[in-house]
């Protein structure tokens, strides 16, 4: 079965860095764009961060400077390096891949999410 499977979420002072990991679990034959998502109670899942499979990168514009998203294609996994971090950086974080078993099309996965608190 593939799963994304997500780690380093935490709680942080304002002005502290953390770093989210996810990767893929389960035996697949392509990995698309990758990407984060945040929620927070009563709203959508926003988007954060992506990244194609050659590496360019879209951020959401309150995060440019201060997160940074990668990928390591060989070990099918994808970060969220988090510095500087803000209280509304809070929420519930949310790994995202278009991935594809066997030789079905792609499709899009999510991670089970991680917590991020961050103190004033």
């Known amino acids: 079965q593939v799963q994304l499977v997500e780690s380093g979420g935490g709680l942080r002072q304002a002005g502290g860095s953390l770093r989210l990991s996810c990767t893929v679990s389960g035996a697949i034959t392509g990995i698309g764009a990758m990407g984060w998502y945040r929620q927070v109670p009563g709203e959508e899942r926003a988007l954060v961060a992506t990244i194609t499979p050659t590496g360019s990168t879209n951020l959401e514009q309150s995060v440019k400077g201060r997160l940074t998203i990668s990928r390591d294609n060989a070990e099918k996994s994808v970060r969220l390096q988090m510095n500087n971090l803000e209280p509304d950086d809070t929420g519930v974080y949310y790994c995202?891949?278009?991935?594809?078993?066997?030789?079905?099309?792609?499709?899009?996965?999510w991670g089970q999410g991680t917590q991020v608190t961050v103190s004033s």
């Open positions: 995202t891949a278009r991935l594809r078993e066997l030789n079905l099309p792609y499709r899009d996965y």
